[in-house]
């Protein structure tokens, strides 16, 4: 079984400050590694993923993570926010040899003016 | 084109009352997944269907708990005997699996089901 913590459930930022959402996750076997987004009132909404490769990947709407294998972590990041960004974060696993998500239990990010 | 709708968007029922949640996914998305969304938590799976039949029902909580997509699209979530305890919003992701790559899970706007 794997699972996932993100650090901070509550990150406050000001407007064009760079923000880093952290996130750690344990698992036996392989895994792929997900950031979604949840706007107000909206569905979950993919940002970026990591499969293999690279191990910074770019998603949409500017954020950027960095997956590190020896410190089992995918840190969301982006240089600077706007007050659209303002919503909820999910980190998520998925098993190589499997098809469901565990998420962990979000990061709400405010950014203020 | 559309997106991953459900219906109701809100649901409030009675303790020991029976619901059924509906899911439509993207047209052509072969999977289909539940999830619950508790207040302050990560979204949960439940159950997750290939075509017509649950390939994995391992996040089913008990036997209260069903699912189906009789015609490998529409998915109903029913509950029997509704709990205080099932109070939660129900999420619903379909994907385009074929076998061998890992597709991006769409997720619809949730159903949000208070039990009286």
């Known amino acids: 079984a794997q699972s996932v913590t993100q650090l901070d459930s509550q990150v406050p930022v000001f407007e064009e400050a760079p923000v880093e959402l952290r996130c750690n996750y344990s698992?036996?076997?392989?895994?792929?590694l997900f950031w979604y987004v949840q706007y107000p009132n909206q569905g979950l909404q993919l940002l970026l993923k990591?499969?293999?490769?690279?191990?910074l990947v770019k998603g949409i709407n500017g954020f950027e993570a960095e997956f590190n294998k020896s410190q089992t972590s995918f840190h969301l990041r982006k240089p600077s926010v706007h007050i659209s960004d303002t919503a909820e974060y999910f980190c998520?696993?998925?098993?190589?040899?499997?098809?469901?998500?565990?998420f962990g239990a979000g990061t709400t990010v405010t950014v203020r003016a | 084109g559309a997106g991953v709708s459900q219906t109701p968007s809100n649901k409030v029922t009675e303790k020991g009352k029976y619901v059924e949640l509906r899911c439509d996914p993207i047209?052509?998305?072969?999977?289909l997944y539940w999830y619950r969304q508790s207040l302050g938590q990560g979204p949960e799976f439940l159950i997750y269907?290939?075509?017509?039949?649950?390939?994995?029902d391992s996040g089913l909580p008990n036997d209260r708990f069903f699912a189906v997509r009789p015609e490998g699209s529409v998915s109903t979530l029913k509950i029997q005997r509704t709990e205080r305890g099932d109070s939660a919003v129900y999420l619903c992701?379909?994907?385009?699996?074929?076998?061998?790559?890992?597709?991006?899970?769409?997720f619809g706007p949730g159903t949000r089901l208070l039990v009286l």
């Open positions: 990591y499969l293999s490769g690279s191990t």
């Open positions: 269907f290939q075509g017509t039949g649950a390939a994995d």
């Open positions: 998520a696993v998925r098993n190589y040899n499997d098809y469901k998500l565990s």
């Open positions: 992701a379909s994907s385009l699996e074929r076998g061998g790559g890992v597709e991006t899970q769409y």
């Open positions: 698992s036996s076997v392989s895994v792929y």
């Open positions: 047209s052509g998305h072969t999977a």
